[in-house]
């Protein structure tokens, strides 16, 4: 058993002991590269996020993840000895922690190339065509044939250099997710049969986000020059949906109202960081409302 915001679980296809004892029986190796060793990928007490709970369950003992990047490395080596720990062991036994991506290329053995890199790094680092920005696009240019998962957001900064990314995987012509999962749900799927078959047009979409602000610790969700702030933090899942049911958003529609870090409604009794270390026009607004 391994454990996952305290509860204990086991995944099927890894209890079958003639499985788990000889991956190779149920096909190729499915090697994956991780970037980043933090709460999106190995999970935290914050929420459900663990993207590599979902690649244990989805590719079960086939899986074999080469490599761990992340410039932190206790980091990775923390949550490599849980993995080696748990029913999963298999799949971290051979893992090489990296500082970045390029160390992994040059080391690389043919035995290793990836079939997937899953990029859960902070936005800060990514989505950009900006040099040290441009994680997506260094990774397409030594691994042109894997294929990419990219958690949500897609960038932090300037739109322009956002897509800049896009057009770049586009013409690339890998496959490319991100993680805006809530559209996958078996109830989203539903309203929009529902909607297609019954031949409906979507007047209007209405969601609300509401965070539970002291049990988020990471400095840079708090500071707006690195995460962007909640809306494109947080709030993303929802304008995906918004979208998903609506249509793309008419940009100069758009009107927004919030409650800043210093207006009175805005000061918080409970913070899980030092923000005073934070500069003042980077701290995070405590309340968004939008429209378009």
Same mark, same amino acid.
């Given at each position: 058993?391994?454990?996952m915001l ?7 296809s890894w209890?079958d002991?003639?499985q788990?004892a ?6 190729? &190796?499915?090697?994956?590269v991780? !970037?980043g060793?933090g709460n999106?990928?190995?999970?935290s007490?914050?929420? &459900?996020?663990?993207?590599?709970y ?7 003992p086939? %899986?074999? !993840?080469v =490599? ?15 993995k080696?720990?748990s029913?999963v062991?298999?799949?971290y ?9 390029h160390?992994?290329a040059?080391?690389?053995? &043919?035995? #290793?190339k990836?079939k997937?890199? %899953? !990029?859960?790094?902070p936005?800060?680092?990514?989505? $950009? ?9 260094q990774v397409?240019?030594l ?5 990419l998962f990219?958690?949500?957001?897609? =960038?932090?900064f300037?739109v322009s250099r956002?897509?800049?990314v896009?057009?770049?995987?586009? #013409? ?5 997710s ?10 989203? #799927? ?7 078959d019954?031949? %409906? ?9 509401a965070?539970?602000?002291?049990a ?8 707006k ?6 809306? !494109?933090?947080?709030?993303?899942h929802?304008c995906d949906? $918004?979208?998903y ?7 100069p529609?758009? #009107?927004a ?10 000061k %918080? ?7 005073s270390?934070i500069?003042a026009?980077?701290r995070i607004?405590r309340v968004?409302s939008?429209?378009?």
């Amino acid at each position: 058993m391994t454990t996952m915001l305290g509860v204990k679980y086991v995944i099927p296809s890894w209890t079958d002991s003639s499985q788990s004892a000889n991956p190779g029986s149920l096909g190729d &190796p499915f090697n994956v590269v991780v !970037i980043g060793a933090g709460n999106v990928n190995f999970g935290s007490d914050e929420g &459900p996020w663990n993207h590599s709970y979902r690649l244990e369950q989805k590719i079960g003992p086939r %899986l074999k !993840i080469v =490599a761990l990047v992340d410039p932190v490395f206790e980091r990775a080596a923390d949550v490599l000895q849980k993995k080696r720990a748990s029913f999963v062991e298999s799949a971290y036994r051979d893992t090489v922690m990296y500082k970045t991506i390029h160390e992994f290329a040059s080391a690389m053995k &043919p035995d #290793q190339k990836p079939k997937l890199i %899953l !990029i859960g790094c902070p936005s800060a680092y990514r989505g $950009s065509d900006e040099p040290g920005r441009d994680l997506e696009i260094q990774v397409m240019k030594l691994f042109p044939n894997s294929a990419l998962f990219v958690e949500k957001p897609v =960038a932090s900064f300037e739109v322009s250099r956002a897509f800049a990314v896009a057009n770049a995987i586009n #013409q690339s012509g890998v496959t490319c997710s991100v993680g805006y999962m809530l559209r996958y749900l078996k109830a989203v #799927q539903m309203m929009k049969k529902i909607i297609r078959d019954n031949q %409906l047009t979507v007047m209007a979409t209405i969601a609300r986000y509401a965070c539970a602000y002291e049990a988020i610790v990471k400095p840079l969700w708090w500071d707006k020059e690195l995460s962007g702030g909640p809306v !494109i933090e947080q709030g993303t899942h929802f304008c995906d949906l $918004s979208r998903y049911f609506g249509g793309d958003v008419d940009i100069p529609t758009v #009107q927004a109202h919030s409650v800043q870090w210093n207006e009175a409604p805005g000061k %918080l009794s409970k913070i899980g960081v030092d923000e005073s270390k934070i500069p003042a026009e980077n701290r995070i607004p405590r309340v968004t409302s939008a429209n378009w």
